[in-house]
């Protein structure tokens, strides 16, 4: 072999170590990148889990606080539905008649005690 051919494969040689290592090197930086991006989209679907949980939380305790008023509020309606009831009778109306105002039946007697 020549000089030059040993040149010349040195050169080859030497040139193929130096494409290797900036292969390595760009497919390192490469891999770091997609990392990187993975960490950062993780982090922001990790972020953006908790905060719909605290939120669903939040509802769920409101949705709780509106049953009970709505059953509250169902009581007193069932409450007044039956005194409605009672006040429209004729006997309701006729004790409200003589206890509140001293009103009588034709034939009624009124004894006073003092």
Do not use: W
């Not at 930086?29 to 905060?51: D, E, H, K, Q, Y």
């Not at 709505?70 to 008649?97: G, M, P, V, W």
């Amino acid at each position: 072999m020549s000089g030059r051919q040993v040149h010349l494969m040195r050169t080859s040689y030497v040139d193929k170590k130096r494409f290797n290592r900036r292969a390595a090197t760009q497919t390192f930086f490469l891999r770091l990148f997609a990392g990187v991006v993975t960490v950062i989209v993780l982090a922001f679907c990790i972020s953006s889990f908790i905060s719909q949980k605290r939120e669903f939380d939040r509802l769920q305790a409101e949705r709780r606080q509106l049953e009970r008023e709505r059953n509250q509020l169902f009581e007193k309606y069932e409450d007044l539905r039956s005194l409605n009831e009672i006040i429209n009778t004729r006997d309701y109306i006729e004790r409200i008649a003589r206890d509140y105002l001293g009103m009588l039946r034709p034939g009624d007697i009124i004894i006073q005690i003092d």
